[in-house]
């Protein structure tokens, strides 16, 4: 797969007329089913900016190669964009049950990791999961569980504008960097009542007092607070607990209309200050399914 898109960020306006300013990437993806139960893929992503200081640069037309790893291509260019590649792999166990896993590498020097002295370039995020469908041999109950870990200053680049996010939004994950989180999801239907549940734990470090600890991907790396004994959680630690209990009812099978209650609880807490947010939601919703014509 290959992709190629125009991004916005909205720190960074030329004019009314021109608008805010603009990025481009160029993003692969190759995946590989090694086996029946076994499959890997890689991925990579550029990302530049349409204009820097050498003048208007518009799309990178060395980038448009659909063939996988440009960074020879990104380093012949004097290496003056962000790139990120990764790795993903998922492995069957039995017959409803998976186990999964990703990658990402913004910046990496095994030198410095080998050091163990928390170099702020060795910029890479993890991923752990396992779901299973009928678990324990109940038909109906599914279950995913998964952490992800990603260090500071992961998906920050020196210029704030060739970062990994648009529209003010992080592409790759809501909360940015310097994190950890475990994400747990219990489904379960009997005819036509359908019941989930969602938790989440989270613990990540926020900015305070005008430094940029590595949460958020809109600071330049540059800023950052020192070089050396970096590590996840740094700057003002925040834990997040987040429960959402859903029942629905399904009123018509042919179009998935269904009636739904529910309750989230959320609480967010530092040295600082603690909140504390829940509410009840229902609504009348449906999902269409998917017509295709070209078989």
Known sequence: MVLYSQMMDINFKWSDDLGYEKKW???????????????????????WQTQDSTGYRGFDVG??????????????????????????????????????????????????YRENNGWWGNKFGWQLGFKSFNIFRIKNLFFQTEFNWVRPYTYAHERPITNYGHYNAGIAHPLGANFYESVNFI???????????????????????????????????????????????????????????????????????????????RSSSNEQRAVNTSFIHFGLRTSLNRFYYDL
Request: aromatic share 20%.
């Open 25 to 47: 990437t160029t993003t692969h993806y190759l995946s590989w089913a090694a086996s029946k139960r076994f499959s890997i893929g890689i991925f990579e992503s550029v990302i």
């Open 63 to 112: 980038y448009l190669s659909p063939i996988i790893f440009l960074r020879p291509v990104e380093f012949s260019n004097g290496s003056p964009d962000n790139v990120l590649i990764g790795l993903n792999m998922s492995f069957i166990v039995g017959k409803h049950s998976t186990f999964y896993g990703q990658l990402i590498l913004d910046e990496f020097k095994l030198s410095e």
């Open 187 to 265: 489904k379960y239907n009997y005819r036509r009542f359908y019941f989930k549940y969602q938790f989440q734990y989270a613990q990540y470090g926020l900015d305070y007092d005008d430094k940029n600890y590595g949460k958020n991907i809109y600071e330049s790396y540059n800023t950052r607070v020192s070089d050396y004994d970096v590590k996840v959680g740094q700057g003002l630690l925040t834990t997040v607990l987040y429960h959402d209990f859903t029942v629905s009812w399904l009123i018509n099978p042919a179009y998935n209309l269904n009636i739904a209650l529910g309750y989230t609880h």
